[in-house]
T-cell receptor, first 113, second 119 residues
Framework: EDKVVQSPLSLVVHEGDTVTLNCSYE??????LLWYKQEKKAPTFLFML????IEKKSGRLSSILDKKELFSILNITATQTGDSAIYLC?????????????FGKGTHLIIQP | GAVVSQHPSRVICKSGTSVKIECRSL??????MFWYRQFPKQSLMLMAT?????????EQGVEKDKFLINHASLTLSTLTVTSAHPEDSSFYIC???????????????FGPGTRLTVL
């Protein structure tokens, strides 16, 4: 049973559009939720969320966590072709791999010019 | 700062041979490193947690005798795939968590990955 579920699994939009990526999780002893961007190689860190309702923002990207409903969203506004990547959501929780991260399957985002 | 390297970046080997992959934290010390595996079009799966100076902790279903992990120093962890078979072909990625680094809790810095192909 997947502990971290991302949706949609793939998404194709046009440049300039705004996208919202979803991540839901079901774990006990939650510690943090992290978003990564993976292009050709290893993931690069975007955000780490530990508290509900506090939006983290970096340029056109923002993310927020709802610990009551057990989900997070990643928003990208004014998308560019360089945003095309796989976006991974990962959760760290006690008992979950001794502090390792449990990843969702990712959302494959394609931005068309 | 917070750079993690892996070597080699790509390796092709014959079935039955052993392959060693190195993971180094270049500008910080890491008491804990993690090894992940990623099959094509799938997400990263945690294989094991590597702690400096002690035995690695393996995830359920990962054979510790097949995937040998050694974390001999605060900047180096190695993963050895013993008697590799074609089904071991995958993308292996390590990450390191800094000791005393002024970053978010549990921020992990990922290496560039190693593509293993077993013929």
């Amino acid at each position: 049973e997947d502990k971290v579920v991302q949706s949609p699994l793939s998404l194709v939009v046009h440049e300039g559009d705004t996208v919202t990526l979803n991540c839901s999780y079901e774990v006990t002893n939650f510690r943090s939720l992290l978003w990564y961007k993976q292009e050709k190689k290893a993931p690069t860190f975007l955000f780490m969320l530990t508290s509900s309702g506090i939006e983290k923002k970096s340029g056109r990207l923002s993310s927020i966590l709802d610990k009551k409903e057990l989900f997070s969203i990643l928003n990208i506004t004014a998308t560019q072709t360089g945003d095309s990547a796989i976006y991974l959501c990962a959760v760290n929780y006690s008992g979950g791999g001794a502090d390792g991260l449990t990843f969702g399957k990712g959302t494959h985002l394609i931005i068309q010019p | 700062g917070a750079v993690v390297s892996q070597h080699p970046s790509r390796v092709i080997c014959k079935s039955g041979t052993s392959v060693k992959i190195e993971c180094r934290s270049l500008d910080f010390q890491a008491t804990t490193m993690f090894w992940y595996r990623q099959f094509p079009k799938q997400s990263l799966m945690l294989m094991a947690t590597s702690n400096e100076g002690s035995k690695a902790t393996y995830e359920q279903g990962v054979e510790k005798d097949k995937f040998l992990i050694n974390h001999a120093s605060l900047t180096l962890s190695t993963l050895t795939v013993t008697s590799a078979h074609p089904e071991d072909s995958s993308f292996y990625i390590c990450s390191a968590r800094a000791t005393g680094f002024a970053g978010p809790y549990n921020e992990q810095f990922f290496g560039p990955g190693t593509r293993l192909t077993v013929l």
